[in-house]
């Protein structure tokens, strides 16, 4: 008979993680605060009394982290070996399984289970379940792992860890693992442990469930909302799945309109000022229209601002407003303007390289403000 179990799901902790854009004495911190997030998992996996912990990929955010972190992860670990849980890890594409892997060389608890094998391996040892993994590896990013899976015969609940991006999300051109909501559906799995993609996301298709759980802390600013891992029920009732919020430090983005605040510095200032908080990480975009060869200089904007906030981002993101005599000027500024326009009007330039010209557009008529005629 089966009994009733419980699973703790997350991936993408990406410990070590570099916060290249903060100052030298914040990136230890984060990433300190990184490793507390993760101790932070494993009290509630021990709360909870799950039978296993399942980390679906990027553990780490690089195949050799530091001996410190690989430490601090062994001692948190081996405290779930002591309440006898078990936790199952397949390597992702940060940290895969090369031949200097960590998963080659650190002396992990004797509960911990890393799957290596080339296809899904299924690991049995825990009653009324099987859970089958596979690491990723990059000559088979562009494989649909689900595609030909077959579960065991076994009795109990079955579970697959993949680190791969559902096709049915945005991520743009990335091919890591595709895995598409047939292949959830005809897996005839009960669960699909989900890593790589950055945000919380349910990606069920009929009566397989399926999720992402999310970083369980902020990297960048594109996650935003709250951080959590999945905690699995199992039992007669069927599969009860559950989003657990984590404490983490506080992410925020606000956008700013340069035409709203009649392109007045102190008002942007002013309107920055205005979420001061020293605790919280703060993205502000400046976004619109603005005149042609007009500057808005964010390193001194940042540098007048970011004592307010634990760490401050500003983004120029305005497009330079560009009237009809501009386009139709006789000199060295007037040719740049229609041959740039020429180009970002190209119909089949890629949108990056479309964004990355309007920026050429902007900065270049700043250079030559001034110098029209």
Not at 5 to 16: E, R, V
Not at 133 to 138: A, D, N, S
Not at 149 to 159: D, I, L, N, T, Y
Request: hydrophobic share 40%; proline share 5%; net charge neutral.
């Amino acid at each position: 008979m089966i009994t009733q179990l419980k699973l703790l799901h997350t991936a993408d902790l990406h410990l070590d993680y570099l916060f290249e854009s903060f100052p030298p004495e914040k990136r230890a911190e984060r990433r300190a605060e990184l490793l507390a997030v993760f101790t932070q998992i494993i009290d509630l996996a021990l709360a909870e009394e799950v039978v296993a912990v399942l980390i679906s990929g990027d553990l780490f955010h690089t195949e050799t982290p530091a001996k410190e972190t690989v430490a601090a992860v062994i001692a948190d670990l081996t405290r779930l070996a002591q309440k006898r849980i078990t936790c199952l890890i397949i390597p992702g594409n940060h940290d895969p399984l090369t031949s200097g892997s960590i998963y080659h060389w650190a002396d992990f608890p004797e509960n911990i289970y890393i799957f290596k094998s080339d296809d899904f391996e299924p690991y049995p040892y825990i009653t009324d379940l099987v859970v089958y993994g596979r690491p990723f590896q990059e000559k088979d990013k562009g494989k649909r792992v689900l595609t030909n899976f077959r579960k065991s015969q076994a009795e109990g609940f079955h579970v697959a860890m993949v680190h791969g991006s559902v096709k049915a999300l945005p991520f743009g051109e990335e091919n890591y693992c595709p895995i598409y909501p047939e292949d959830i559906k005809n897996s005839h799995l009960d669960y699909v442990a989900l890593g790589h993609y950055h945000n919380q996301k349910d990606c069920s298709v009929d009566m397989t469930q399926a999720a992402y759980p999310g970083t369980p802390d902020r990297l960048t600013f594109n996650e935003l909302e709250q951080r959590s891992v999945q905690l699995i029920t199992m039992g007669i009732g069927g599969i009860k799945r559950q989003s657990i919020p984590l404490k983490t430090r506080r992410y925020q983005s606000i956008s700013l309109s340069p035409a709203e605040l009649q392109g007045n510095l102190s008002k942007i200032n002013l309107a920055i000022k205005q979420s001061a908080d020293p605790d919280l990480c703060l993205r502000v975009i400046i976004k619109g229209l603005v005149e042609a060869g007009y500057e808005i200089n964010t390193r001194v904007l940042t540098d007048q601002m970011k004592r307010l906030f634990y760490y401050l981002q500003i983004d120029d993101q305005t497009e330079s407003l560009v009237n009809e005599d501009l386009k139709t000027e006789r000199s060295v500024r007037g040719i740049f303007v229609r041959k740039m326009e020429q180009f970002i009007k190209n119909p089949t330039l890629p949108e990056e390289e479309r964004r990355v010209a309007k920026e050429a557009l902007k900065l270049g008529l700043v250079a030559m403000r001034g110098r029209g005629r």
